[in-house]
């Protein structure tokens, strides 16, 4: 089955700096892949996703890019901020969606 | 439009017994999920639905059942509860598995 690697688990960056988290999947079937924000007690939201017929999506601070040769994408935050402090998950489709076990990201001041 | 309902928010058992979550989604998804999280393993799927009547296991199905007789419910059994199962559990929902997931408040579940 799909399996969703996801690096670092954790990860700290200066306010303003940029942060970058990847992920790697293993069934080349998946064609989807979504990011998700948690932050602390709340459910996860969607923030950005990409399709295997894109390699790049850009939505203001937050980037994804994606490289289906070698199985892997990744999510770009610049300019930090001490709203981005949350729990990031990526994940992948094929047919059911399944998540990477998330970076938990701190914005030092 | 409430999104994707799901009860109780909060729940002890003792080992042994048995109880159902619920979930319900009024956005006419056709899929629809459970996941459960542990701290440092993310979100693991349970099981998970395609549409009403269809359901597959997903990574960690072992002691949990599903149905799907409607569109907009998708319960989650526990038959015999066991410390293990002691987690946060969610609910989620989509169009399909190529959209937008939409998560429930989540059901904090102990296990004694």
């Known amino acids: 089955g799909e399996n969703v690697e996801q690096h670092p688990s954790t990860l700290s960056v200066q306010e303003g700096d940029s942060a970058v988290i990847k992920c790697t999947y293993s069934?080349?079937?998946?064609?989807?892949f979504p990011w998700y924000k948690q932050e602390l007690g709340k459910r996860p939201q969607l923030i950005i996703d990409?399709?295997?017929?894109?390699g790049e999506k850009k939505d203001q601070r937050i980037a994804v890019t994606l490289n289906k040769t070698a199985k892997h994408f990744s999510l770009h935050i610049t300019e930090t901020q001490p709203e981005d402090s949350a729990v990031y998950f990526c994940?992948?489709?094929?047919?059911?969606?399944?998540f990477g076990k998330g970076t938990r990201l701190h914005i030092l001041p | 439009n409430a999104g994707v309902t799901q009860t109780p928010k909060f729940q002890v058992l003792k080992t042994g017994q048995s109880m159902t979550l619920q979930c319900a989604q009024d956005?006419?998804?056709?899929?629809m999920s459970w996941y459960r999280q542990d701290p440092g393993m993310g979100l693991r799927l349970i099981h998970y639905?395609?549409?009403?009547?269809?359901?597959d296991q997903g990574e960690v199905p072992n002691g949990y059942n599903v149905s799907r007789s409607t569109t907009e419910d998708f319960p989650l059994r526990l038959l015999s509860a066991a410390p293990s199962q002691t987690s946060v559990y969610f609910c989620?929902?989509?169009?399909?598995?190529?959209?937008?997931?939409?998560f429930g408040s989540g059901t904090q579940l102990s296990v004694l």
């Open positions: 989620a929902s989509s169009y399909s598995t190529n959209e937008k997931l939409f």
């Open positions: 069934d080349s079937a998946s064609n989807y």
């Open positions: 990409i399709r295997s017929n894109v």
């Open positions: 994940a992948a489709d094929p047919g059911k969606i399944i």
């Open positions: 956005m006419n998804h056709e899929y």
């Open positions: 639905s395609v549409g009403a009547g269809i359901t």
